[in-house]
């Protein structure tokens, strides 16, 4: 049977559903999502699912729950990116996660038994390391988390 990685942004899926008629999908087990998104011809093999520490330290609790959540039901976390807090924007900016995601997109089709990619987020970032998976005769499938307007 062929097999997929899958490759969740986080930061996209959780900002994503954090609306109320979304919370609902926090519950979502993710492998089961990806292998309905797949089908039944390619198996789920792992799901990589990469973050950012929350900057607000009274959100950090909430979100070691949901990793541990995620974490019970086989979902691999990865070392998880960090925040910057950018003045001219005024905003706190998400670093690390994206180039992270994109670097092990490439090892893994470099050195993974798989067939299939499958990507969750709404970023263009990853195009290049898409483009070797591909290359390597990988399959890919790219989806959008939910609630987000790409």
């Not at 797949?38 to 990793?67: C, M, N, P, S």
């Not at 067939?115 to 969750?120: A, D, E, N, V």
């Amino acid at each position: 049977m062929e097999t997929a990685y899958v490759y969740v942004d986080g930061w996209n899926f959780y900002h994503g559903i954090n609306t109320p008629e979304l919370h609902p999908l926090g519950f979502t087990d993710l492998k089961k999502l990806c292998q309905h998104i797949l089908g039944t011809r390619v198996q789920v093999d792992r799901v990589h699912y990469f973050t950012a520490t929350d900057y607000d330290k009274r959100a950090i609790e909430r979100q070691q729950f949901w990793l541990d959540a995620l974490a019970s039901s086989g979902v691999l976390i990865e070392k998880p990116g960090f925040f910057r807090n950018n003045p001219e924007r005024g905003k706190h900016e998400e670093k690390t996660t994206d180039v992270r995601i994109a670097l092990k997109i490439a090892e893994d089709a470099r050195v993974g038994k798989h067939t299939h990619i499958l990507l969750l987020s709404a970023d263009a970032d990853f195009l290049p390391a898409l483009e070797q998976a591909h290359a390597l005769r990988k399959r890919i499938k790219i989806v959008f988390p939910p609630g987000l307007n790409c």
